[in-house]
T-cell receptor, first 113, second 112 residues
Framework: DAGITQSPRHKVTETGTPVTLRCHQT?????MYWYRQDPGHGLRLIHY???????DKGEVSDGYSVSRSKTEDFLLTLESATSSQTSVYFC????????????FGPGTRLLVL | RKEVEQDPGPFNVPEGATVAFNCTYS??????FFWYRQDCRKEPKLLMS???SGNEDGRFTAQLNRASQYISLLIRDSKLSDSATYLC?????????????FGTGTQLKVEL
């Protein structure tokens, strides 16, 4: 299995609070991604990174920001959590030349009350 | 219209049966195609890529029909352990695009 961890694995928070999710990889892969998965929608790309300090928006980026200061860490921040951001969040990584093959972390289950 | 569409199922089949899933995609410029498997409350994992000529991996066979814009997955001799959700995945850009579009998945339940 690819060396990807996510923390926390579960979180309950209240509307309006900031939340940061962490993705850590030991594979030294260049590309990292954040997805959310909701019933009826499948996995949707929030943000992705193609290198340290290089990030771009995905399909559902509103209300989210990301940072990547080191190759191994990709942080997802919910600036002010809303109930619509209750979801399962997956981080993924891929390597150049294998960009379409993405390896996923175990996921973070976030509940916003 | 969704970019990638799948029948959500569930497909309930007896052990040993052959089962097939189809997936349609809307972007004719799509370049790469995959099947991922996702177990309940787990992360998706790559099952197999789908090549234009079709490809096989053990009991699993994947086919691509570009003219009709669909891909298929055939599972022969189903095992209980095949029970999972199968995600159809398409890359809308040519090589190295790094942006995958996921279908919502087809649930398979293999029963004794």
């Amino acid at each position: 299995d690819a060396g990807i961890t996510q923390s926390p694995r579960h979180k309950v928070t209240e509307t309006g609070t900031p939340v940061t999710l962490r993705c850590h990889q030991t594979e030294n892969h260049r590309y990292m991604y954040w997805y959310r998965q909701d019933p009826g929608h499948g996995l949707r790309l929030i943000h992705y990174s193609y290198g340290v300090k290089d990030t771009d928006k995905g399909e559902v980026s509103d209300g989210y920001s990301v940072s990547r200061s080191k190759t191994e860490d990709f942080l997802l921040t919910l600036e002010s959590a809303t109930s619509s951001q209750t979801s399962v969040y997956f981080c993924a990584i891929s390597a150049p030349g294998q960009g379409e093959t993405q390896y996923f972390g175990p996921g973070t289950r976030l509940l916003v009350l | 219209r969704k970019e990638v569409e799948q029948d959500p199922g569930p497909f309930n089949v007896p052990e040993g049966a052959t089962v097939a899933f189809n997936c349609t995609y809307s972007n004719s410029a799509s370049q790469s195609f995959f099947w991922y498997r996702q177990d309940c409350r787990k992360e998706p994992k790559l099952l197999m890529s789908v090549y234009s000529s079709g490809n096989e991996d053990g009991r699993f066979t994947a086919q691509l029909n570009r003219a009709s814009q669909y891909i298929s997955l055939l599972i022969r001799d189903s095992k209980l352990s095949d029970s999972a959700t199968y995600l159809c995945v398409v890359t809308p850009y040519g090589g190295g695009g790094n942006k995958l579009t996921f279908g919502t998945g087809t649930q398979l339940k293999v029963e004794l």
